[in-house]
Structures are given as structure tokens and as C-alpha cells.
């Protein structure tokens, strides 16, 4: 009895811990959300004014 006691103790410790990654893992990704909607508004800000003169990935230069 005693030993099912234990491994009950340790299952429920690991647990609460991989609970506590989870939070800390959700709180990031809520974190980084965040920074990349900045970072998407701030960019559609210079391309409204355009200022952009960044050619990314397939994007056509303005010349062709």
C-alpha cells in the first residue's frame, strides 16, 4: 500500500510540474502573439506610407 501511496506522490509532483511548463509555455506563445501583431502592424504602417523599399522572398521588384 505504502508503495502505491509513493508512486501516486511522484506521479501527482510530475504532474503539477509539466502543469507549470505548460502555463509558463502558454504565457510565451501569448508573448510572442503579441509581438508579431506589433511587428505586422508596424510593417503595414511603412507600407502604407510607402517607405519600403525591402524586396522579401518572391516578391517582384517594383522595376519589372
Do not use: C, N, W
Not at 502505491?4 to 506521479?11: D, F, G, Q, T, V
Not at 504565457?27 to 501583431?37: C, E, G, S
Amino acid at each position: 500500500m505504502q508503495h502505491l501511496e509513493e508512486k501516486i506522490a511522484h506521479l501527482m509532483r510530475s504532474m503539477d510540474e509539466m502543469s507549470d511548463i505548460v502555463t509558463r509555455q502558454q504565457q510565451d506563445i501569448d508573448r510572442l502573439k503579441t509581438r508579431v501583431r506589433m511587428l505586422m502592424e508596424r510593417e503595414a504602417g511603412r507600407e502604407a506610407e510607402g517607405g519600403g523599399g525591402v524586396v522579401f522572398g518572391d516578391e517582384r521588384p517594383p522595376h519589372y
